[in-house]
């Protein structure tokens, strides 16, 4: 089991920045890929980014390339996504996620289902 803890959200205004932050706990073997979804009201759960095992790898949702970056810190079992031109639009509960894997250095999985293991999530709330 993976334990995962979500921190940083909160309210700002349109064009701010927020830095989201996930905690890992657990069974830390296999080595395991992260990422983030998010999830509006009234919207299904999309992807947002996810990065790999040894945090060599990143995709990106195409809609918030250039805007959000994804990272991980392995020896503090920490990942964040720096959220930055943040819109009203991307207002929605965020969720860190992290499945195994044994290829540490790829991650290609964009799928909600493909992840096993969930935060609590963390609001952004972007005002215009």
């Known amino acids: 089991q993976v334990q995962l803890v979500e921190s940083g959200g909160g309210a700002v205004q349109a064009g701010g920045s927020l830095r989201l932050s996930c905690a890992a706990s657990?069974?830390?073997?296999?080595?395991?890929?992260m990422a983030w979804f998010r999830q509006a009201p009234g919207k299904e759960r999309e992807f947002a980014a996810a990065?790999?095992?040894?945090?060599?790898?990143?995709i990106y949702a195409d809609s918030l390339k250039g805007r959000f970056t994804i990272s991980r810190d392995n020896a503090k079992n920490t990942m964040s996504l720096q959220l930055n031109s943040l819109k009203p639009e991307d207002t929605a509960v965020y969720y860190c996620?992290?499945?195994?894997?044994?290829?540490?250095?790829?991650?290609?999985?964009?799928?909600?289902?493909?992840?096993?293991?969930w935060g609590q999530g963390t609001q952004v709330t972007v005002s215009s």
């Open positions: 996620s992290a499945r195994h894997t044994y290829y540490s250095g790829a991650v290609t999985a964009t799928r909600a289902i493909e992840y096993d293991y």
């Open positions: 657990g069974r830390t073997l296999p080595p395991y890929a």
């Open positions: 990065i790999s095992a040894n945090g060599v790898s990143t």
